[in-house]
T-cell receptor, first 115, second 114 residues
Framework: NAGVMQNPRHLVRRRGQEARLRCSPM?????VYWYRQLPEEGLKFMVY????????ESGMPKERFSAEFPKEGPSILRIQQVVRGDSAAYFC?????????????FGDGTRLSIL | GENVEQHPSTLSVQEGDSAVIKCTYS??????FPWYKQELGKRPQLIID?????GEKKDQRIAVTLNKTAKHFSLHITETQPEDSAVYFC?????????????FGKGTRLHILP
């Protein structure tokens, strides 16, 4: 059973470009979470999705950021018109059960660098 | 909302000695407390978790204790080895509302000294 797969592992963008980060959850997992991690800091919740549904996006900036988890295919975190402050590691986690009190399994992350 | 504090931010211990990392939480409704280990440049890995209906859980050299009254929980690593060097994150969560989320501490960088 493959783990949570994220790609790309590293992404370099210039200011103003778009960044698309992909996450394929573990097989059988229908709950996906996206987190952002700055150097020397913890994981900050961004968004929680189930298939075709955004359950909680309270941690995601309202502008430039969006997320989806379609019926088929990976979950996508999209950042439009990137700025230097978007540079961070973005991690995706998945769980087979609903609820924040269930174990989450993380992918290897995407390290986003903005030039 | 929930707030998780983690101490210390950095910890150095001699190989073979024990390491203890402590966390406090603010929401008395929190009922799930996972611990993650993150090596440099790698994914956070769940190493142990505990639920509020137990006070202690052990898995080989790793143990976690929970004091619900005081709202704090701790990670204990015994007989530390070089491969234990990493950043450790505690977290707390509850399941009351659909949009409840896991809240992470800021991490403890553990150095195992040879």
């Amino acid at each position: 059973n493959a783990g949570v797969m994220q790609n790309p592992r590293h992404l370099v963008r210039r200011r103003g470009q778009e960044a698309r980060l992909r996450c394929s959850p573990m097989k059988g997992h229908s709950h996906v979470y996206w987190y952002r991690q700055l150097p020397e800091e913890g994981l900050k919740f961004m968004v929680y999705l189930q298939k075709e549904n955004i359950i909680d996006e309270s941690g995601m900036p309202k502008e430039r950021f969006s997320a989806e988890f379609p019926k088929e295919g990976p979950s996508i975190l999209r950042i439009q018109q990137v700025v230097r402050g978007d540079s961070a590691a973005y991690f995706c986690a998945s769980s087979p059960w609903e609820g924040a009190d269930q174990p989450q399994h993380f992918g290897d992350g995407t390290r986003l660098s903005i030039l | 909302g929930e707030n998780v504090e983690q101490h210390p931010s950095t910890l150095s211990v001699q190989e073979g000695d024990s390491a203890v990392i402590k966390c406090t939480y603010s929401d008395s409704a929190s009922n799930y407390f996972p611990w993650y280990k993150q090596e440099l440049g790698k994914r956070p890995q769940l190493i142990i978790d505990i639920r509020s209906n137990v006070g202690e859980k052990k898995d080989q050299r790793i143990a976690v204790t929970l004091n619900k009254t005081a709202k704090h929980f701790s990670l204990h690593i015994t007989e530390t080895q070089p491969e234990d060097s990493a950043v450790y994150f505690c977290a707390a969560s509850r399941r009351v509302n659909r949009d409840d989320k896991i809240i992470f501490g800021k991490g403890t960088r553990l150095h195992i000294l040879p």
